[in-house]
Every structure is written in structure tokens, then in C-alpha cells.
């Protein structure tokens, strides 16, 4: 899937959003179960903040029981071979298909972004990681070396055994399969627990996909991070933690993690550059068309994106040409209901997010940054007056601003200068985060050596914000480690066993 | 004159103050990055491992405010004031069960704090 193939000329399709039970459980052990204190928390919906549903605020007590039943189901689900594992990963990824329309509303609803992207990105994408898992784990295999006549190194991969997993709530659906479709392929036992903000599409995938694995390998817990997050990222029961959030989190959920001696993986956010050399103007051609749009994929998914290109960097020659083509692309932004499909830009995922951006905004201002483009809220009109709607919005000022060093997590991109290809480069890197970064150029040079010197873990060259499967992602510096969408993230998931054979008769000789 | 990186409005010192009888000793970092980051985390005060690398901003309602040193030399220039705002986080800050979340006010040190607090 490729969200470049999507034509969203004449379209004016409209959702709404699913129909929602009054409250829903955890799954736990292949069933739906009531929190075990009863208590339970309202989700709302970010497009015009009316209730969706309510989920269980679970406890220590819920979280050791997923646990519990996880423990008692690794050994059988460990043992299955790769072909029974890969089968069940294609049907859920089938259902996540058939169901592909009430996912992306569900998404929409609960997340606040547009349906075009939902339709067209999220849930597409997450049924194919689940295909390229299981189809990754059918073509692997262990390795035997003769190490000397008579000795065979083998290597065998194991599970590890229960994986915690953590995921946020800016693509809900998208990032459950980053985590559960690795760690499930490789033959873990999953606890997953959303981001309270989005409770909603991991506990419909729930109930699709409850009688395709057996009770216990995967289970999800939901609640808030202090009371359910906490017991789960610090128990000494389970075998690893993936966590994807903010960087005091990652750091505290390190620290559990050493106290078990656990390992874990980490994806922390970043600021990404997205750098545009002088040469993408020497033709006012579809390459340029391309690049003008690369700029404005700030906004994309109202730049909730860990990677989001919040940075731009512009040779400084080409500046003012190009930053003119820029916000007049950023200008025709069309924001309204999210569910409409020509709507290209939705709501904030909440109300403290949305309160967020606009302090960043405003502390952008009194640094001195120039507003080239929005600047404040957007106030949209009927039910949508409730919802949390931004102006995608562009400042113009230097990269020791904060607003150029902290990531906004709005539709809010910084803009400066530079001259040559070493300040780039300088620019680029000035920062605590190393996740993503953009590099623009039709100078064949420039395109391998700019991207090789920036420090993140994903330079995107001639394009942006594509996440297909088999093109590992993770970060360099505070953005953290693990790579996800690629084989490589299986043996995160795994330990490699070793045994090492002799065929020597004759014994050492020391005793 | 005391000058002062950190403050706190009244509506959050409440919440801080009945947060502190519920949980003890806590402590205020700063996050950075993501999904639910570069807001003021409410953590308990033995949680969170601080040391050379972690500065300490000042304290508001008797709660210390600390920040890792690569974040603070970006944020050095500004005063920082802890708010609310209704919402929620993914975080594990001890706010988000009661349905507000922390939230930073910024704005710039003028000439006499920035001499008395950056030299």
C-alpha cells in the first residue's frame, strides 16, 4: 500500500461514526471482562467531543490477570510452528480488510483525523504488516556454522515468552500492528495497552480476531498510564516492554525494565528537518509540484506524527520563491468534518493537546518568530464548534527557538535557512531527537551524502511520511532504538539460542 | 529580589497540593518529545531516577521541577508557568485519572531575570 496511489480528485464521499456499545471490557484470555473494581472511564470523540463509549480504568489487579493468562498460553503458542503462527496473522490481517470501512471510521472518530487518511493509510497499512509478518517468519531460518571439524554452532530463535506493548493514540490501529504483529510472529504472548485516548479500534480488533488465536496470546488491557501502564511496564512477570511515547516515560519505564533486567525497545518522538535544496527550483516541473507538497506534509495527520517534518530548512537562494508555492499550498487546506472525504485536515486528538499547540504557538511569537500562515485555533461551525481544530500554521525564525527544538505535535512547522550544504547539515542535526528527516535535492550527490550525514534513523530522499513494510524505522539520539516494519524487528521479540555440538570423541585433556 | 524560572497558578497548585496528600512525595520532570511529551510529568518522588543530568528549574507548591540538561539549554530563555487544562494523557504522570493534565505556560525572561538566572 502506497497512500501516493490514491487519487482524491472529485470525491465528496461522507461517513459517520460506528455505532458504539454503552461500555466495553478488557480482553482478557480470549474474553471480554468486566475491570475487576468496576470502574470505568468516558472516551470522547475529538471531532465534536460527544461520548462515544466508556472502557474499563483498569488496576494492578486487571493487568496481572491479562498477564497471568499470557504466562499460561507462551508455551503452547511458542511451540507453533511458523506456518500455523503466519496463517493466523493473514486472517487477521483479512479482517482488518473486510472491515476495513468501520475501522476507519472508528478511527476517525476516536482520533479526530480525516477519513481520507484512515481509508487510505492506517487501516490499509496495518492489515499489510500483519501480511509481511507472516510472511517474513515462513522464509527465516537459524543458521549452522562448523566452527571446526568437529564442532556445529547452531542457532535457533526463541521467544521470548510475554511481551508488554504501549502504544499512543496518534495512529491507534497503525501502531498496534507495528508491535503486535512482530511480536506475535515471532510466537510471543501479547499485553497490550492503548493510549486512553483511543481505546476504541484495538478493542474492535479484539472482537474480530478473539476465536483466531488461542485464549492468552493476545490481550488488551485498557485504563491510565499511573495506575494500569505502570504495573504492566514495571512487572517482573512479563519478558519485555515496547513502549512508543515521550521521552520521561521511556525513561521511567527504562528503569523497570533494569530493575527485571528486561529489554526494550523505544520510540520517543523527534523534530524532524525536512531540508530543500536550491536545485528542486530549477524546473517548475511535477518534481517541484512534489516537493511544494513535501513541505506541507507538516500537516499531515494535524502533524501528530512522531516524524512529523516540523522543520523546514531552505537554501536560502530559493527561499523566498519557494516558501511563497508553500503557503499557498498550506492556505488551500481544507479543514471541516473529519468524516468527509474531501476534508484533508481533522481535529486534535484532545482537548490538552489542542491547548498545547497554541502555548507553543504563542511562545513562538514571543521569541520572535514571523506567523507566515495561520497562527490560532480554527473555529469550525456547528457540532464541530466543540471539536479541537488548529490552522495549519508556518513561523518563520531560527533553530535555537523552542518552537524549532520541541515537538509540537500540531499542524505547526518552523521554517529558517541556511546557506550551503555544511549549515544544512549543522541545522539539521541541532537537536536532542533523531526519528526522521527530509532531504529535497536533483543533485545526484547531495541525495546519497546529505542524508548519510544527518543523524536519524529515517532519511527520506525525494519524498515523505511513506511507511511501507520492510523499510526498518526507529530513531538515533533521544527518538530511541529498535527498528519496527522490517524483519529485523523479529529478533527484538526473540532470543537466539545457541548450542554449540561437538563431535570430538576425545575429551579436553585439563582433568 | 528572588527571581524564579518556574511558578504555578492557583488552579493547578490545588491539584498539585491533593495530588501530593494521595501519593506523597513527587516530583515535577519535564518531558520532551511525542504523543503525550514537552508536558510537565507528576511523578512519585522515588520513581524517577534524577542525577548530573537532570537540572533542577525550582519548586512550585513545594514540589521540585527538574528538566534534563540537553532539553534545558533550548528552553534556558523562558519562564515556565505549571497550569491546567482538562484532558488526558497516555503518560504514567499521576494528573491524568483526575481529567486534567498539567500543562506549561511559557513566556520570555525579560533582561533583569535572564541577567540574575543565565549568568
Redesign the interface.
Same mark, same amino acid.
Given at each position: 500500500m502506497d497512500i501516493r496511489d490514491v487519487n482524491f480528485k472529485n470525491i465528496s464521499m461522507s461517513y459517520s461514526a460506528p455505532k458504539f456499545k454503552e461500555k466495553y471490557g478488557n480482553f482478557i484470555n480470549g474474553k471480554f471482562q468486566d475491570p475487576i473494581d468496576g470502574k470505568y472511564f468516558e472516551n470522547h470523540s475529538p471531532v465534536d467531543n460527544k461520548l462515544l463509549a466508556k472502557y474499563p480504568?483498569s488496576n494492578e489487579k486487571d493487568v496481572n490477570s491479562a498477564i497471568e493468562a499470557a504466562n499460561n498460553a507462551k508455551h503452547k503458542w511458542g511451540n507453533t510452528s511458523a506456518a500455523e503462527r503466519a496463517g493466523i496473522l493473514h486472517k487477521i490481517a483479512d479482517v482488518i480488510q473486510e472491515n476495513l470501512e468501520t475501522f476507519a471510521q472508528m478511527e476517525t472518530a476516536d482520533n479526530g483525523k480525516s477519513i481520507r487518511e484512515t481509508m487510505n493509510a492506517d487501516v490499509p497499512l496495518a492489515a499489510d504488516h500483519f501480511r509481511y509478518f507472516a510472511s517474513a517468519i515462513r522464509a527465516e531460518e537459524g543458521s549452522a556454522t562448523e566452527l571446526n571439524e568437529n564442532t556445529l554452532s547452531l542457532i535457533i530463535n526463541e521467544p521470548l515468552g510475554v511481551v508488554a506493548q504501549?502504544i499512543?493514540?496518534?495512529f491507534p490501529l497503525l501502531m498496534l500492528a507495528w508491535k503486535v504483529a512482530p511480536a506475535l510472529a515471532s510466537g510471543n504472548c501479547v499485553v497490550l495497552k492503548p493510549?486512553?485516548?483511543t481505546p476504541a479500534s484495538a478493542t474492535f480488533l479484539a472482537e474480530k480476531i478473539a476465536d483466531l488465536l488461542p485464549p492468552g496470546v493476545f490481550n488488551v488491557i485498557h485504563g491510565? *498510564?499511573?495506575?494500569a501502564?505502570?504495573p504492566l511496564a514495571s512487572s517482573p512477570n512479563v519478558d519485555k516492554v515496547a513502549f512508543?511515547?515521550?521521552?520521561?516515560?521511556g525513561?521511567?519505564i527504562m528503569?523497570y525494565a533494569s530493575k527485571n533486567l528486561h529489554p526494550v525497545t523505544m520510540?520517543? *518522538?523527534?523534530?524532524s528537518p525536512n531540508v530543500f535544496f536550491n536545485s528542486i527550483m530549477d524546473h517548475d516541473d511535477a518534481f517541484l509540484d512534489k516537493c511544494i507538497e513535501g513541505a506541507v506534509l507538516f500537516a499531515f495527520n494535524q502533524g501528530?506524527v512522531?516524524t512529523a517534518p516540523s522543520r523546514i530548512l531552505i537554501q536560502e537562494d530559493i527561499y523566498d520563491e519557494f516558501i511563497k508555492r508553500v503557503i499557498e499550498r498550506t492556505k488551500a487546506i481544507k479543514m471541516g468534518n473529519p468524516f468527509e472525504e474531501s476534508t484533508m485536515m481533522g481535529a486534535q486528538a484532545?482537548?490538552?493537546?489542542h491547548?498545547?499547540i497554541l502555548?507553543?504557538i504563542?511562545?513562538g511569537k514571543?521569541?520572535g518568530a514571523e506567523v507566515l500562515t495561520g497562527g490560532d485555533a480554527a473555529k469550525l461551525d456547528g457540532d464541530l464548534a466543540n471539536g479541537f481544530y488548529i490552522q495549519p500554521t508556518i513561523l518563520k525564525g531560527h533553530n535555537?527557538m523552542?518552537v524549532f527544538?520541541?515537538?509540537?505535535?500540531g499542524p505547526v512547522v518552523a521554517v529558517c535557512t541556511f546557506k550551503d550544504e555544511a549549515e544544512a547539515i549543522e541545522i539539521a542535526n541541532d537537536t536532542?531527537?533523531g526519528l526522521g528527516a527530509g532531504v529535497w535535492t536533483r543533485d545526484a550527490h547531495q541525495l546519497y551524502q546529505i542524508p548519510r550525514a544527518i543523524k536519524a534513523g529515517r532519511v527520506w530522499v525525494n519524498c515523505y511520511h511513506d511507511y511501507p513494510a520492510h523499510a526498518p524505522f526507529g530513531g538515533y539520539k533521544?527518538?530511541g532504538f529498535g527498528r519496527e516494519n522490517h524483519l529485523m524487528m523479529l529478533n527484538h521479540y526473540r532470543q537466539s539460542k545457541n548450542m554449540l555440538i561437538s563431535y570430538d570423541k576425545n575429551k579436553l585433556g585439563f582433568f | 529580589m528572588e527571581f524564579k524560572r518556574v511558578e504555578i497558578t492557583q488552579e493547578a497548585d490545588k491539584l498539585l497540593q491533593e495530588l501530593k496528600q494521595q501519593h506523597g512525595e513527587v516530583i515535577f520532570h519535564q518531558s520532551g518529545g511525542c504523543c503525550d511529551g514537552s508536558s510537565p510529568m507528576l511523578l512519585p518522588k522515588e520513581d524517577f531516577y534524577i542525577d548530573d543530568n537532570d537540572i533542577l528549574m525550582g519548586e512550585v507548591g513545594g514540589v521540585k521541577f527538574y528538566m534534563s540538561h540537553d532539553q534545558f539549554e533550548y528552553w534556558k530563555h523562558t519562564h515556565l508557568t505549571v497550569d491546567i487544562v482538562k484532558g488526558r494523557g497516555g503518560s504514567f504522570s499521576l494528573d491524568i485519572p483526575t481529567g486534567y493534565r498539567f500543562l506549561i505556560k511559557s513566556r520570555m525572561l525579560n533582561d533583569e531575570e535572564n541577567k540574575n538566572l543565565n549568568s
Open positions: 480504568r504501549i499512543p493514540w496518534n493510549a486512553e485516548q491510565f *498510564g499511573p495506575e501502564g505502570k512508543t511515547g515521550e521521552t520521561t516515560t525513561q521511567l528503569q520510540e520517543l *518522538g523527534g523534530k501528530e512522531c484532545s482537548s490538552d493537546q491547548q498545547k502555548e507553543y504563542k511562545i514571543d521569541e535555537k523552542r527544538q520541541e515537538e509540537i505535535f536532542m531527537y533521544k527518538s | -
